[in-house]
Nanobody
Framework: VKLVESGGGLAQPGGSLTLSCAAS????????MSWARQTPGKGLEWVSG????????TYADSVKGRFTISRDNAKDMLTLQMNNLQPEDMARYFC?????????????RGQGTQVTVSS
């Protein structure tokens, strides 16, 4: 299993970033997936999930209306569009091969990509 996140970086408050996750080593279209994030000293926080079919999309209340998860099963890609970024969104973001808590704690995930929100 290999999950490689990209697209992180520096954004200003109110700005946008798009995260991508390239999956390989497993049959991507058979797995529900999530994005999760972590800040130093804190546990993994689930952000959003999507079923293997592309349905069943849900979001944490903290990002609802601002973030959009999607997947392309033909390209084995998971994406997170993040709009109206806020300082509290600053974290390392992970692509996780699981849906929701507590499952994301024990699932395969990538190395993550850092998102910094600062003016």
């Amino acid at each position: 299993v290999k999950l490689v996140e990209s697209g992180g970086g520096l954004a200003q408050p109110g700005g946008s970033l798009t995260l991508s996750c390239a999956a390989s080593g497993f049959t991507f279209n058979k797995y529900d997936m999530s994005w999760a994030r972590q800040t130093p000293g804190k546990g993994l926080e689930w952000v959003s999930g999507i079923y293997a079919s592309g349905g069943g999309i849900t979001y944490a209340d903290s990002v609802k209306g601002r973030f959009t998860i999607s997947r392309d099963n033909a390209k084995d890609m998971l994406t997170l569009q993040m709009n109206n970024l806020q300082p509290e969104d600053m974290a390392r973001y992970f692509c996780v091969r699981a849906y929701g808590t507590p499952y994301i704690e024990y699932a395969d995930r990538g190395q993550g990509t850092q998102v910094t929100v600062s003016s």
